[in-house]
């Protein structure tokens, strides 16, 4: 069974305010992602964490701040975002990013709305 | 910049149709390939992936892998209403090690 939880579905903020996407995993994946897709667009990656250390970072701004407390664990950071910013936020793991056959699963995503 | 190439649609076909989708990508090095499915307002759903040349089928669908042309097929038998989405097709990125999504083809199956 393969589940990618992420909280909360929906969430709306302003450009002042400071907010936290959430994902969590519990089969034991090694590696995690956060994509943006915005309307009509694929999604678009943003960061990878490989053993709970950045791998990559896709040149995002500083407003996106990723961690990655433990394994199971995966947060976004939103400080001082733009109306631009609004999108579908999906978190996404897989057992080991290097291993050949690297299969990734997506939660259902958060909707970000920026007002 | 690597590239995953795939047809906006819409295709458009009658209900118990062969639904033909076709993907083109640039990383010849590429080992890996998905197909995800994705209805609107939806998160992707992976439905099949593809490692090695030829077919590999899963219930109706079956993908379809090329190396040397660099081309990956997805083709639903029996075409439902209900498989009406965006089909999105995503390839292993070499050097990145993570999905490089193509823009998606939306599939719709008329009753």
Known sequence: DTEVTQTPKHLVMGMTNKKSLKCEQHMGHRAMYWYKQKAKKPPELMFVYSYEKLSINESVPSRFSPECPNSSLLNLHLHALQPEDSALYLCASSQDRLLSGNTIYFGEGSWLTVV | ?111
């Open chain 2, 1 to 111: 910049q690597k590239e995953v190439e795939q047809n906006s649609g819409p295709l458009s076909v009658p209900e118990g149709a062969i639904a033909s989708l076709n993907c083109t990508y640039s990383d010849r090095g590429s080992q890996s390939f998905f197909w995800y499915r994705q209805y609107s307002g939806k998160s992707p759903e992976l439905i099949m992936f593809i490692y090695s040349n030829g077919d590999k089928e899963d219930g109706r669908f079956t993908a379809q892998l090329n190396k040397a042309s660099q081309y990956v097929s997805l083709l639903i038998r029996d075409s439902q209403p209900s498989d009406s989405a965006t089909y999105l097709c995503a390839v292993m990125d070499t050097g990145r090690r993570a999905l490089t999504f193509g823009s998606g083809t939306r599939l719709q199956v008329q009753p």
